[in-house]
């Protein structure tokens, strides 16, 4: 295999079913990334549904700031073969494909050259489970990119604070075992994935999107939300109600959304600064309310979280 070189941005990628827990490993390598140093920014995909399907997470690694999507892939995970057909569009021949034997095996002959084996199953199985193989992934992630092995024990610590010590644990001891099979994968592979050097990232704060339009709604004076669940919409409506009694939100969860848009012209006909969260398919369903804003001449701020 090729000897492969990033020097300033890396764009790893996530590919696989809803429920397969890709935002665990998203949420847990996007504050990792950030406590070792680099700039990160990370961006999903997913289809409208619980179980199944074909989603996948980026996360770019920089050592400047990055704000964007990037259609290249670096380093990709794979948790099926389907997962895999759902990015290859976007697979280059310097990629390096990081999969399960089970996976590899699937892959063409001329895709299956750059890929490479850890079964992260296998290796969980022997921890306690395959409930486990997600800590092992990242574990795997952190060793193959060289970031710091105790910053992933802190973070896997904090991640799971709060559950029994043995569960603790046994997500440690997840992350120990990924972290040894990626870094002996790296020094087999003669790869090197490490952005270069960057400027101090400390006082950078990692948040979400929902979390942003809730500062953002919180800083321009919001004290009513209104909203029927929709994801991604609903990410916000939580953030708003966990900050309720500390900014004085009323936070109300409405029963369909033409009752959640008027609860929110009638917050701003009482005189209160209001917002409605929703998603595309909800929108489709406050046009009246909308309209009626409008014969009314009645502000309403409305927030439609895209499916990306």
């Known amino acids: 295999m090729n000897t492969r070189q990033v020097q300033n941005d890396l764009s790893l990628v996530i590919s696989g079913e809803a429920g397969?827990?890709?935002?665990?490993?998203?949420?847990?390598?996007?504050?990792?990334?950030?406590?070792?140093?680099?700039?990160?920014?990370?961006?999903?995909?997913?289809?409208?549904?619980?179980?199944?399907g074909a989603n996948s997470t980026e996360i770019r690694i920089s050592s400047t700031p990055v704000r964007a999507y990037v259609d290249t892939i670096d380093l990709l995970v794979p948790l099926s073969k389907e997962a895999y057909e759902h990015v290859a569009y976007r697979v280059r021949e310097n990629t390096l494909i990081l999969a399960e034997e089970k996976v590899r095996s699937a892959l063409a002959t001329s895709v299956k050259k750059q890929s490479c084996e850890i079964n992260f199953t296998d290796i969980?199985?022997?921890?306690?489970?395959?409930l486990f193989s997600n800590i092992v992934a990242v574990g795997s992630l952190v060793g193959i990119i060289?970031?710091?092995?105790?910053?992933?024990?802190?973070?896997?610590?904090?991640?799971?604070?709060?559950?029994?010590?043995?569960?603790?644990?046994?997500?440690?001891?997840?992350?120990?075992?990924?972290?040894?099979?990626?870094?002996?994968l790296r020094k087999k592979?003669?790869?090197?994935?490490?952005?270069?050097?960057?400027?101090?990232?400390d006082e950078n704060l990692v948040i979400n999107g929902a979390q942003a339009i809730g500062l953002g709604a919180l800083?321009?004076?919001?004290?009513?939300?209104?909203?029927?669940?929709?994801?991604?919409?609903?990410?916000?409506?939580?953030?708003?109600?966990?900050q309720a009694k500390a900014f004085d939100v009323v936070v109300e969860q409405a029963e369909d959304?033409?009752?959640?848009?008027?609860?929110?012209?009638?917050?701003?006909?009482?005189?209160?600064?209001a917002m409605v969260t929703t998603s595309g398919g909800g929108f489709a369903l406050m046009e009246e309310g909308v309209s009626l804003a409008g014969i009314t001449?009645?502000?309403?701020?409305i927030h439609i979280a895209q499916r990306p």
């Open 189 to 201: 592979e003669k790869t090197s994935f490490s952005p270069g050097k960057t400027v101090k990232v």
């Open 124 to 130: 969980a199985g022997e921890i306690g489970g395959k």
């Open 257 to 273: 959304e033409i009752s959640a848009v008027n609860m929110g012209l009638g917050a701003w006909y009482a005189g209160g600064r």
């Open 297 to 301: 001449e009645t502000p309403l701020v």
């Open 20 to 52: 397969q827990g890709i935002q665990t490993i998203e949420r847990l390598m996007s504050r990792l990334i950030k406590n070792s140093g680099y700039h990160v920014f990370a961006s999903k995909e997913y289809m409208s549904r619980v179980r199944g």
């Open 219 to 242: 800083a321009g004076g919001c004290n009513f939300i209104s909203s029927y669940p929709m994801s991604p919409s609903t990410a916000v409506l939580v953030f708003l109600a966990q």
């Open 146 to 184: 060289d970031l710091p092995e105790q910053t992933l024990l802190e973070e896997v610590r904090h991640f799971f604070e709060g559950k029994d010590d043995s569960i603790i644990e046994k997500n440690l001891e997840a992350a120990k075992r990924g972290f040894q099979a990626g870094k002996e």
